[in-house]
């Protein structure tokens, strides 16, 4: 039993070591917690939001979070005037448009968006001329846009029953509206590209949206805003699926000539459906040939084509995704200053997001050039 007494009391010594050790190894991370690498993170943040810097690029309190790029000058003009009362300048701009449809259409958006919060001006502009097609079609739009805002961004688990009550009435006007604007005009398709958000709203049936899309393409085959809402409404997060969405972007990208910008669309139906994690997605070679068909894409378009810039942002978020940052810097440079597009539209924080991910695209391209690569 003393044999057995002095052998236990042996390996208890070691025991009772080890378990003071790791008390001592708890107390110290408890009260003095070994330090991490988020020091040598918000060091490299700083230091490429420096570089950043000294590349004119702006910083996210200087960032323009309602546009994806600077307006035209008389662009700027007309909706400084519409705020004042004055609907002139906006009719006179559209009158000359004409028939540029992706400009109309663009321009006819701004117009309701603006519409949709005050319409003092619109009305005027409406009884000096009842039946102007282009009042018209800015008052259609801007039910559309109405009714979203009455809806809200949020989720619809977060939206109230009063929302959706509105949010549907409204769309249903809005359907007689477009009808009208669509009537007065019969060769413009901006009625019907707002009409998809119609269609996404209230749920059309896929058949009634393959009608409206008809619509949209007899009038404009490669219309680019069109394209894009009709993705939204193929997409699984309205009223499609990812199947559904994929096809559509892959059918309208092959068929579209070179500068129509359609070429983005696969790479939206990519970014609206993907939830991994890494970027092993993007790195596919059909990711990376997609990316390559919208640089030329871009670099073929009309240099003012509205937007234009929306797909510069999004090459740009993709070229850093594939570690190409010495391109995606190029981008970023034709499109800072102004960051309401994807992939930034979907974040809160839209401007730090952006800048985020542009600052560490900046210093990883030093970082190349200092290489020598």
């Given amino acids: 039993m003393t044999v057995l007494l002095w052998i236990l009391g042996i390996l208890a010594v070691p025991t009772a070591i080890f378990l003071l050790w790791l008390l001592w190894v708890f107390l110290k991370e408890l009260f003095s917690p070994s330090p991490d690498d988020d020091g040598d993170t ?26 994806a790029a600077p307006l035209p000058q008389r662009w700027t003009a007309a909706l400084a005037a ?46 000096a001329r009842p039946d102007d097609p282009d009042a018209a079609v800015v008052r259609a739009r801007s039910t ?22 509105g949010f549907r009435r409204t769309l249903a006007s809005a359907h007689e509206e477009v009808a ?7 060769d413009d398709p901006t009625p019907f590209v707002a009409e998809i958000w119609v269609a996404l709203g209230l749920g059309y049936p896929n058949a009634r949206m393959d009608e409206l ?19 939204q409404y193929w997409c699984a997060k309205w009223r ?50 997609r990316v390559e068909a919208a640089l030329a894409d871009a670099a073929a378009a009309d240099p003012a084509h509205p937007r234009l810039p929306e797909v510069r942002h999004l090459l740009a978020y993709y070229l850093h995704l594939q570690g190409r940052n010495e391109a995606a810097l190029e981008q970023f440079r034709l499109v800072d200053g102004h960051v309401n597009a994807l992939p930034w539209r979907y974040r809160g924080d ?24």
């Fill in 180 to 186: 009208r604007a669509a009537a007065l005009n019969p």
């Fill in 42 to 67: 918000d060091a490299e943040a700083t230091r490429a939001a420096e570089a950043a810097g000294r590349l004119g690029l702006l910083p996210a309190e200087r960032q323009n979070t309602e546009l």
């Fill in 213 to 231: 899309w008809a619509e949209v393409t007899r009038r404009a085959p490669h219309h680019y805003e069109a394209h894009f809402s009709a993705l």
């Fill in 240 to 289: 499609g699926s990812e199947r559904l969405a994929r096809e559509f972007a892959e059918r309208a990208a092959a068929g579209a000539p070179l500068g129509s910008l359609l070429t983005a669309l696969p790479l939206i139906a990519h970014f609206e459906h993907d939830e991994s994690d890494d970027t092993e997605a993007d790195n596919t070679p059909e990711m990376r040939a």
């Fill in 350 to 373: 839209m401007a730090d997001y952006y800048c985020q991910v542009r600052n560490t695209a900046v210093g990883l391209a030093e970082e190349t050039v200092a290489a020598g690569v």
């Fill in 144 to 165: 559309v846009s109405l009714a979203w805002k009455i809806r809200g961004g949020k989720k619809a688990k977060y939206t109230t029953q009063e929302q959706f009550e």
């Fill in 82 to 127: 519409v705020r004042g009362g004055d609907w002139r300048p906006a009719a006179d701009l559209l009158a000359e448009i004409g028939r540029d449809w992706e400009r109309r259409s663009a321009l006819a958006f701004l117009l309701a968006d603006r519409a949709a919060e005050e319409d003092a001006w619109l009305l005027a502009w409406e009884a």
